[in-house]
Every structure is written in C-alpha cells, then in structure tokens.
C-alpha cells in the first residue's frame, strides 16, 4: 500500500506541477508559440505517416532526398526568416529580397566563373554581395526615414530597380540564365560543392541563428527595434535613434540575404535573372506560421523564424510526396495560409498589420 | 419623475484575466442625479460604467435600463438608446473631418441613394458646434488641426444629443482648460436639473466632485465602499468645515486608512544649491519667444497657465523634443538638441501624453522600465536577463506598482500605475534633471500624495524638477518658484509662499 500512496502522491505533484506552470497567464504570452509549434508538431506527423503509406517515400530518412530537401527549403527559410525579424519587429516589411537573393545569385556565379573557379573568387564576390546588401538595406531605412515613406514603398522601389538591373547583366554575359561552369566529373571540386551538404547547411544555419538570437535578445539592437515597433514615439522619447536601428535592422537582414544567396546558388548551381521570385512571401508566411506579429512590436521572437520555416517547407514539400501535383502545391499552401490567418487575426493581439 | 430610478446593475462582475475588477456590485442611478464615481485607480469605476455603455460585456451579473433588461453589445448601441460616456483617453477618428467625427456612426442621416451630403452634414455639425458655444471649432476641418483638448470638447457634442438620458464623463476635465470645463459643468447641471436626466461624473478630483455632483459613490478593489447623500453634499458645498469632513470622509473610505494631513509640501524652505542644472538661454521655438529660466540642483520650479499656453511645449523643448530657433538650452556646458543627449546627460522627460508617447502599452512594465538604462546594464554589448531583471524588480519595489511581475504587460495597469512606471524609468536611469509634464494626471489621491512625497525627497537628494501642471493647487503646494505663462510668454514669477492663493496666479493668466 505504501508504495501505491506515495505514487498517488507523486502524481498528484506533478499535476500541480504542471498546473502552476501551465496557467493562463502563460497561455496569455505563449498562446501563439503553443500554436505554432503544436503546427510543426502536427505537420510531422502527418507527413510522416501518408507519404509512406500513398507513395512509399519515408520524409524522415535521412538518406532520402525528401529530407534533405525538405531541410535545405527550411534551412533558406529560417536564415532569411530570422533575419527579417529584425525589419519585421520595427514593424516594416522588405519585398525586395526576391530581387536581391536573383542578384546576389547572377554575381556570385559569374564573379566564379570568371574568376577561373578559385577561392579567391568566391571569396571576392562575397564581400561584393555583402556590400551591395549593406547598400540595399541603408538605402532602404535612410530613404524611408528621409522621406518619411512607407518602408514598404522604398523596398518595391528597390525591388523594380534590382530585377531590371539583374535582367540587363544577364543579359549581357549569358542570355535567359546563367550556371556555375564547371566539368561534370568534377563538380565535387567546385568550391560550392560542401556549401550543398545538408549538414553543412544545418550548421549555418545553426550558426546564423545563434548570432541573430544573441543581437535580438542579448543586445540594445533587439531591443530597441522591438520598442520602435511597438511605438516609435514613445521610443525617440527613451533616446532610442529611429534611424541609426531601422539601419541596423535592414542591414542584419542583408547578411542573412548573402548567406541565403550563397546557400540557393550551393543549391542550384544555376539562376535566372529571376531566380530568387517569391521569398519575400515565404519568408512573411513562414513568419506568420511561426507566431510571429507582423505589426512588430514587443512579441517579436527569432524562434517563430525557424518554426515557421521548417513548417512551411514540410508543407510545401511534402505535398509533392503525398502525390499532389507540384501545379497544385500553391493552392493548398494559399489555403492553409488563408487558414492561418483567419485564426491569428482574430486573436486580441494582432499578429497582423493593421 | 425625480428619484425614479433610470439605471441599475445588480451583481455586477467583472474579471479581467486574473485581476478581479468589480466584485459582486448593486449600483443604481436615479434621475436628477449627478452621481459622482470616485475610487483609487484600479477601483472599478470605469469599469462599470464602461459596461453600462456598451464598451465591454460584464462577466456575470444584470443590468436594467428605464426598467428593462440591458444589455448593449456595442457603444454605438447604447448611444443610440440614450447612454453616452466621454472616455478620459482620446476617442476621436484622425484623419477625417470634424463633422464626420461628430455624426460618426450616424451617417444615414445625411445619405440618400447611397450618397451622403456632406454639405448637410457640415451645417448641421457647425450648427451643433456653436450650440455648444465652441464656434472656434470648424465643422469642415480635419480633426487632426485641433489638440487634445479640443479633440475632448468635439467628443462631448458627439456625445450629447438630445436623446442622451444617462452622460458618463470618465475624468474628461483633467483634458480641458477653465472654458472646457465651464462648457462641460453646464451640459451637466441642465441634463441633470432641467431635463430631469441623470449623470455619472468620474474624477479623481475631489473639489470638482464637491462642487459638481449631488450625491456620490466611493469605489475601493473593485466593490461599493459606501455612499455620501445628497444632504451632505448639499452641506459640502456651502459649509467650509463640512467640505473637509465630507472630503476626509470620502478619502478614507477610498484609500482604506487616514490619508493623512500632509499632501503637499509643509515647508516654505525655497533654498538650493548654487549650481545651475538646466538654463535656457534666450531660446525661440515654435510660437515661444526668448524664454529664460536657470532650473538650479534642488529646486522644484513650476510652469503654469492654461493649456495651450506654451508651457507644455517648454517641457518638450527641455527634453530636445523642439525644434530651437534662436538660444541654447544647456545642461553642465552641453546643448541641448535631441532626446539622445538629453538623457546621456542625466535629464527624463514624463510626457503628459502617458499611454501614446510615456509608455510602451503593448510591452512589459520591465522592457518599459529597462529600455533608457540598458546602456548602464550592458556588459560588454551584452544584456543579461539577471541584470535586467535586478534593475526592474528594484524600481516596482520602490514604486510599489501593483502587479503580478515584471513582465505583466503594461496595458493592463492602471492609470496610476502606468504613472509610476513612467516615473520608474527616469528613476532607474539615475536622472538628475526631471521635466514633469502633468504627472499626476489621472492618478488617485493615494498616488497622488506618495509622488508628491517622492518629489519631495528627489528636492532633498538634490534633483532638479521642472513641474509642468494646469492644476494650480498642486503648484502652488509643490514647487519653489512658479512662472506663469499666457499666449507663449511669461507674465508672471512667484516665490514659494504660505500667503499665495490661487487667484494670484490666475491673475497672471488670464
């Protein structure tokens, strides 16, 4: 009997346990984190379990390509994702990321290819990219600060400009699309070929990821554009430089640009001059996905990037492993969007922007 | 049909979260009434009158309206069946007209074949301006042309129509200048007296509920402490030793202990130290010309006038929030010329603005708190939780701002305790030099006497304050030196005094 007590007993304190950690005013603050990761947690088990039985492909095989590719989609998202937190949380959006990843990707295999394929290179036309991103995000927060414009405004400027500029140089050296030259017995010997590596991927990422988290939650910078978002007033009140942390923002999201350029073209090997269309909406879903609130703001987390990240890649994916034509892939990850946000907006924090 | 009872809300519950906000409550309001709502921040009285004006649904409980089960689901709703309430923080649609503001809501009025007449709508709200007696007011301008106070006296002619039976005024007046005021005391007293139409008047000021109201609630943690009658507010308003039993009274059931003789200063010591710690030097700004004044390391010097006087905009330009034409504002040698080099040299500025400019709502009372001192609390670029959070638990210590912790949200306090939180930051920081602008504005009497007592040992530790208020009672029972302002100029410089009256100072006003 005693035994059989004292694991009544056990039980009981741990219910309590769990109750006292489990409270509502906890709910209240990570209601959208028990959303978005319950999210991935389903998505897991789903596509964990009909791919195999509908078309025999096991999605957790780490030998598989559908893992490796579900991982290297999720690792670009959540780079760029985490990254764009930082312009996210001033509650500013940046469109122009398609544009820059496609010219990023244009320079970085020309620059190789006629650099003779060295290190030397690849090196140069890296620091080349992380210039012209430096560029593009100062440009980005000083115009729209100067101007007093909508940062979105000043992006899709941005972006117009980029996508002609990428379309007029490839165009110039190697017309409709462009790829790393190289003989095809020895593709291992490119200096690209260990940036394919999923585990090498993994690990950038993780490294991104630890540098950006300790920038938004262990320095002024995460803080300060958090506060800007949340209410620029009341920040410049609290001597906080709107301009000098809206420019910090867009230049963090710049390097995660160049490490995701550097990744898609590890990846592809090849690009147009719109090779890079469409991140601007994956990184803003994948966002979304993760809980993070769109008007910025105080809530903002690094950790929705890479929940939000990996969900969507699951998703998008995984579709195709389910048997669903890759022309329909888009309609479902609309849906479950259109899902997504019918429920977060209707939540009393506003995830979206008003 | 006097003393028939227009309203009443029987077990009234309230629960926001976990914070119990009413308790069971039995409220009535009959006709003829101007019912005063008075309580500590946080007491429960906006809450049940925000309930009875559709802003928010109760948790339990009934109400009745004219002898009806009540029930609105919307502001909008209530108004339209006769009760209105004037909200304290500003409630007004930017970015469209003032006419549009007024009929907000009611457009059908004006609409025919989907197309509303805005010709009709300007002439009618211009015809409502002036009834009002505030013609300055144009029907046709955007509302973002007028101020804060204006922005409140164009809410009251939204509010009051003529189908208005009950007015709640949740603490409106701390927003309005004397004329404001005068307007809004008058709508009152007519609905109340002449109409037969009843009022709530919510205020934390206990000489206007005196002279305004007849009869009056006192709320404390969310229940219905007791009642003063009509008879003795009747008798508070005539008799001078009966105003102070009356007022004692209601303090203490209010606050739950004697508040105590001392509210304000009791020492008439004007003295301080030589050194200067914050001089404007013939400086022009906005409509301000040539204004000087050297604010010394323990003095309280006070600035006062009625709004929109210019005073508030000195207290802006203090902090560098102005844009300096002519003249240096100089703190220990350095100019002052933005908010950034007003705070790296020891100067916080508590805007009057609490919850659009003051405080950071949708965030924690600790990133509130933390966010000026993080440069003291970095460690080698880097921010620890531990010392973030030894820095935050201090001040809510120091303040005791009632919460659950640090982290509970700010939108959540109550208006006092948003206060001490703005306070809380410029103390974490270590300031030496306080621009005050209206820091006891909708705060509770309890508040009110623990900020004073607070100003009183920053005087003595050596800070220097600058007081901005368009309350002359705590000016003139606060600060050393009290300068006067009208249409952007000073008229006026009074020492610290045990003989000066208000009216000395309106002199200067006016």
Known sequence: MIPKLKNERKGTLMKERVRGIFTKEWLEVHGNDVFAYSGLVLCILVFSILPPILRGINILDPAGLAFKSIVKDGVMYSILAAGAVFVYSLGAMDISVGAQISMYAILLIHTYNVGGSSIGALVGCVALIFVIAMVCGITNSVIANVLEMKPIITSLILQFLIYGIASVVINIWNPASIAITFDIGTVAMTHFAPLGNVWVQVGIMVGCLLLFTVLFNYTKIGHYVKAIGANQDCARQMGISLVKYRMLAYMIFGVAIVVASLLFVANTGTTTSNGGKGYEMKIMISLIIGGMPLSGGMKSKISSAVIGGFTYALITRSFIYIGVPDKYTTVFVALIYIVVVLLTCRSKDKVLPR | ?510
């Open chain 2, 1 to 510: 049909m006097e003393n028939e009872i227009i309203f009443e809300a029987r077990h009234m519950h309230k629960v926001f979260g976990q914070t119990i906000a009413l308790k069971d409550v039995d409220f009535t309001l009959k006709r003829g009434e101007i019912r005063g709502l008075v309580g500590e921040n946080g007491s429960g009285k906006s809450t049940i009158m925000s309930i009875a004006s559709g802003m928010q649904p109760e948790t339990s409980g009934e109400m009745f309206y004219k002898g009806k089960p009540w029930k609105p689901d919307t502001m909008v709703t209530a108004q339209g069946q006769g009760i209105s309430m004037i909200l304290q923080e500003a409630n007004t649609i930017p970015g469209v007209t003032v006419a549009q503001n007024i009929f907000a809501g009611h457009e059908e009025r004006f609409t025919k074949f989907g197309m509303v007449n805005m010709k009709k709508m300007f002439a009618e709200a211009q015809k409502l301006l002036e009834k009002f007696g505030i013609s300055h007011i144009k029907a046709r301008d955007s509302i973002d042309k007028y101020n804060f106070e204006n922005r409140k006296l164009i809410e009251i002619v939204r509010c009051v129509t003529d189908e208005t039976e009950i007015l709640v005024v949740d603490e409106t007046t701390t927003a309005l200048s004397l004329d404001g005021r005068e307007i809004l005391y008058k709508i009152v007293h007519r609905m109340a007296e002449e109409e037969d139409k009843a009022v709530v008047f919510i205020s934390h000021d206990m000489d206007e509920i005196l002279d305004q109201c007849n009869v009056l609630t006192v709320l404390r943690d969310g229940d219905i402490i007791g009642e003063i009658s009509k008879e003795d507010m009747l008798a508070a308003k005539t008799e001078g030793t009966k105003r102070q039993e009356v007022m004692k009274r209601a303090r203490y059931m209010m606050v739950g202990r004697e508040i105590g003789e001392k509210y304000y200063r009791e020492d008439y010591d004007t003295s301080h130290a030589d050194a200067v710690a914050l001089e404007f030097d013939d400086v022009s700004f906005g409509n301000v010309r040539g204004f000087s004044l050297k604010l010394h390391e323990g003095e309280i010097v006070g600035l006062g006038g009625l709004s929109g006087c210019g005073m508030h905009d000195v207290g802006r330009a203090a902090f560098g929030l102005e844009k300096i034409r002519q003249g240096r504002i100089l703190r220990n040698g350095v100019e002052v010329k933005n908010p950034m080099t007003a705070i790296r040299n020891g100067i916080g500025y508590i805007s009057k603005n609490r919850d659009t400019e003051a405080l950071i709502l949708q965030g924690s009372i600790g990133d509130n708190i933390a966010l000026p001192c993080l440069d003291g609390i970095a460690k080698n670029g880097l921010i620890f939780t531990k010392d973030k959070n030894k820095l935050i638990n201090g001040q809510i210590d120091l303040f005791s701002i009632k919460c659950r912790n640090g982290k509970q949200w700010v939108n959540t306090l109550s208006g006092g305790n948003k206060q001490k939180v703005s306070f809380a930051k410029w103390t974490a920081k270590g300031s030496e030099v306080f621009i005050m602008d209206c820091p006891t504005r909708g705060v509770d009497v309890g508040v009110k006497q623990s900020m004073y007592a607070l100003m009183e040992e920053m005087k003595k530790e050596g800070k220097a304050i600058l007081m901005i208020s368009e309350e002359l009672s705590e000016l003139i029972g606060m600060v050393d030196r009290l300068i006067v302002m009208k249409d952007f100029e000073v008229t006026g410089e009074l020492k610290r005094s045990q003989k000066l009256k208000q009216v000395d100072v309106i002199e200067y006003m006016l």
